[in-house]
Nanobody, 115 residues
Framework: QVQLVESGGGLVQAGGSLRLTCAASGDIFRITDMAWYRQAPGKQRELVAIITSGGSTNYAGSVKGRFTISRDHAKHTVDLQMNSLKPEDTAVYYC?????????WGQGTQVTVSS
């Protein structure tokens, strides 16, 4: 059982930056991959970035070059540094943690980018 709590969301102007943090607790030794997803109004939840236990990363094409995912194994956290934000980045951002047989989700944090 893993619990995830996101923080760092808010309102920012286009071109600005935000840093999201996801803190994991519980059976953290079971976690393999960790990821950030987002869901905009009227759209399906989509993968933004993923990082494995070994540090390999993958990004959605829409955020590649602007966002960076990182992981601190000692603190049991994963961050998403978001630069050059665009209005189309507006969404609820969710942290996810993969175990062998299931995925745990955080409650989400709102990111709003104004023009």
């Amino acid at each position: 059982q893993v619990q995830l709590v996101e923080s760092g969301g808010g309102l920012v102007q286009a071109g600005g930056s935000l840093r999201l943090t996801c803190a994991a607790s519980g059976d953290i030794f079971r976690i393999t991959d960790m990821a950030w997803y987002r869901q905009a109004p009227g759209k399906q939840r989509e993968l933004v970035a993923i990082i494995t236990s070994g540090g390999s990363t993958n990004y959605a094409g829409s955020v590649k070059g602007r966002f960076t995912i990182s992981r601190d194994h000692a603190k049991h956290t994963v961050d998403l540094q978001m630069n050059s934000l665009k209005p189309e980045d507006t969404a609820v951002y969710y942290c996810a943690a993969d175990e062998i047989i299931r995925r745990s989700w955080g409650q989400g944090t709102q990111v709003t980018v104004s023009s």
